[in-house]
């Protein structure tokens, strides 16, 4: 099909405008332009298992051997970004076969339930994505199920050094295999950064086995201070790699607020014994009943009429019987002289951050 031409059962054109002139939900990869970094603020993190940007977390079997950061080390995105993800090595070091790093985006399955993977109605996908390394040669990733046992390992060549490229990938839907397509991981897309044979396999064909990446790849852990940047990430239906879906930034962090929000704002009451409570309503409806994602740093919130309180210590907790994936109940202690009954308003310090990730 051209590029631009009407898709007539879908009433699309091939690069996802709707005939009305309207953009659907052609990108399944959220926070792909990686505009979106909640937990951290564009700082550094060494994960450790964890996410890191928006939707994007990074998986390690061993720990400290490469660091995170949006717009690590300050080089200029491709055109039509403003941000990347960037991984930088910590060491050199040197993996053995049971070892992985990876990057990975889990996508819940109501968003690619449309594409029948399980079924002989599978249908095909295109992955691209913008990357530059400090390293060249064959890199690896996999698409996946979150049971992890269908892997379809890929490989792509980074050419030149510090040198945006863009690349694509386009993979034949899966027609066995359990696909979710609710609320749980439907479709895992990883992106080693050095994977050993044990979770390495032949790229280019469904297996029903545990891959992470495909045999034979770069692995950017394996180099002291090497780099690897990635932006635009896209996985669409269809054979062919489009113009990238940009959303506005207000959806796209809605889209995200479904698995992770950080609050800086809600109205308490003084509870009585160096605590307070507050009822927050969530911005969007969660994926699933959300968990307090770490204790809140020191807070100040303040009575109108008396006076402010700083907490002596951070602390948070979701009391039992308030969280659902509309609006949690939260309860911060370690104030002092706190009147009972008060009604008090945040004034500073700390967030709460919520999460319901796949």
């Known amino acids: 099909m051209p590029y631009g031409t009407v898709n007539a059962d879908k009433m699309t054109t091939s690069d996802g405008v709707s005939s009305s002139g309207l953009y659907g939900f052609k990108n ?4 792909g332009q990686m505009v979106i970094d909640q937990r951290n ?6 994960p450790n298992g964890t996410y890191t940007l928006d939707r994007w977390a990074a998986f390690n079997s061993q720990s400290s051997k490469f660091t995170v950061q949006q717009n690590a080390g300050s080089v200029t995105p491709p055109v039509g970004f403003t941000n990347y993800l960037g991984v930088t090595s910590s060491s050199a070091y040197s993996v053995v076969a049971s070892d992985y790093f990876m990057l990975a985006q889990r996508i819940e399955g109501y968003n690619v339930a449309d594409l029948n993977w399980g079924s002989a109605n599978a249908k095909t996908v295109t992955l691209s994505f913008w990357v530059r390394s400090s390293l060249t040669g064959t890199f690896g990733g996999v698409l996946t199920n979150s049971a992890n046992n269908r892997s379809y390992p890929f490989t792509y060549t980074i050419s030149a050094a510090n040198t945006w490229e863009q690349k694509s990938v386009t993979i034949a839907g899966d027609t066995t ?4 397509t609710t609320n749980g991981s439907g479709l895992e897309v990883y992106f ?16 029903g086995s545990t891959f992470y990446s495909a045999t034979g790849a ?11 940047y990635i932006t635009g990430v896209q996985l669409e239906k269809g054979s062919t790699a489009t113009s990238f879906d940009y959303r506005p930034y207000t959806t796209e962090l809605q889209l995200c607020q479904r698995y992770f929000v950080s609050l800086q704002e809600g109205i308490w009451t003084a509870n009585g014994s160096g605590t307070a409570t507050a009822g927050i309503y969530m911005p969007v409806t969660m994926r699933a009943t959300p968990t307090l994602y770490a204790t809140p740093a020191v807070m100040t919130i303040w009575d109108p009429q008396i006076t402010s309180y700083t907490q002596s210590s951070a602390s948070g907790s979701l009391p039992l019987g308030g969280p659902s994936k509309d609006f949690v109940i939260v309860q911060s202690g370690n104030f002092s002289g706190m009147n009972t009954g008060r009604t008090l308003f945040w ?3 700390g967030s709460i951050q919520l999460g319901a990730e796949l």
Do not use: E, K, P
């Open 218 to 228: 770069t692995s950017v852990v394996g180099t002291n201070g090497a780099t690897f």
């Open 41 to 46: 603020a564009g700082a550094s993190v060494t």
């Open 177 to 180: 295999g359990t696909w979710l």
């Open 192 to 207: 080693g950064l050095g994977v050993g044979s044990t979770y390495s396999g032949t790229a280019g064909a469904w297996a």
């Open 347 to 349: 004034q500073s310090g």
């Open 28 to 31: 399944r990869i959220l926070n």
